[in-house]
C-alpha cells in the first residue's frame, strides 16, 4: 500500500481516499474504484496515515473502514468533515443511526461489498459533499 494516487482508465471522475486496513479488500476496493473511474488516494491501513495524506492530497470523498490498524476513524473523519470531503464509511462495523447523527452528509455501504450500492454511495458524496442527508 503506497499511498499514491492511481487512475486506471483515463480521466478521473474525482479523488477517492481509502482508509481498510485489511490488505486483500484494500486492493479489490482499489481496483474496483478505478474501474468506476476513480483516481484513487491510498489505501491508507491506520488513522494516522490518513491524516499525513491529507496534509498533501486533498480527495472529493474518503471511503473509511471505521476500524483501522490503529483505533477507530471517526477523529479522521471528524477531519475530513470539517474540510468539506464526502464520506462514505465501508464496514462490517457500520451504526448507522450513529454516523447519520455525527456525520449526517455520510453515507453507508455495508460490507460484504456490493459495487453498484458502493458506487452509487461514492456519487452521491462526491455530488453533495458535506451537504447532503443521511442514506445507506
Given at each position: 500500500?503506497?499511498?499514491?494516487?492511481?487512475?486506471?482508465?483515463?480521466?478521473?471522475?474525482?479523488?477517492?481516499?481509502?482508509?481498510?486496513?485489511?490488505?486483500?479488500?484494500?486492493?479489490?476496493?482499489?481496483?474496483?474504484?478505478?474501474?468506476?473511474?476513480?483516481?484513487?488516494i491510498g489505501p491508507f491501513?491506520?488513522?494516522?496515515?490518513?491524516?499525513?495524506?491529507?496534509?498533501?492530497?486533498?480527495?472529493?470523498?474518503?471511503?473509511?473502514?471505521?476500524?483501522?490498524?490503529?483505533?477507530?476513524?471517526?477523529?479522521?473523519?471528524?477531519?475530513?468533515?470539517?474540510?468539506?470531503?464526502?464520506?462514505?464509511?465501508?464496514?462490517?462495523?457500520?451504526?448507522?443511526?450513529?454516523?447519520?447523527?455525527?456525520?449526517?452528509?455520510?453515507?453507508?455501504?455495508?460490507?460484504?461489498?456490493?459495487?453498484?450500492?458502493?458506487?452509487?454511495?461514492?456519487?452521491?458524496?462526491?455530488?453533495?459533499?458535506?451537504?447532503?442527508?443521511?442514506?445507506?
Amino acid at each position: 500500500m503506497s499511498g499514491e494516487t492511481t487512475s486506471a482508465k483515463g480521466p478521473a471522475k474525482g479523488k477517492v481516499m481509502i482508509c481498510e486496513d485489511e490488505v486483500i479488500v484494500a486492493m479489490d476496493l482499489q481496483m474496483l474504484l478505478e474501474d468506476f473511474g476513480y483516481e484513487v488516494i491510498g489505501p491508507f491501513p491506520s488513522v494516522a496515515q490518513g491524516f499525513a495524506a491529507i496534509e498533501g492530497l486533498r480527495p472529493d470523498v474518503a471511503l473509511l473502514d471505521v476500524r483501522l490498524k490503529d483505533g477507530e476513524v471517526y477523529p479522521l473523519a471528524d477531519r475530513l468533515q470539517e474540510l468539506g470531503v464526502g464520506l462514505v464509511f465501508q464496514s462490517g462495523h457500520v451504526n448507522e443511526e450513529e454516523i447519520a447523527a455525527r456525520y449526517p452528509q455520510a453515507r453507508c455501504s455495508l460490507k460484504p461489498i456490493n459495487p453498484a450500492g458502493l458506487q452509487m454511495a461514492l456519487t452521491k458524496a462526491a455530488m453533495t459533499g458535506s451537504t447532503c442527508g443521511a442514506t445507506s
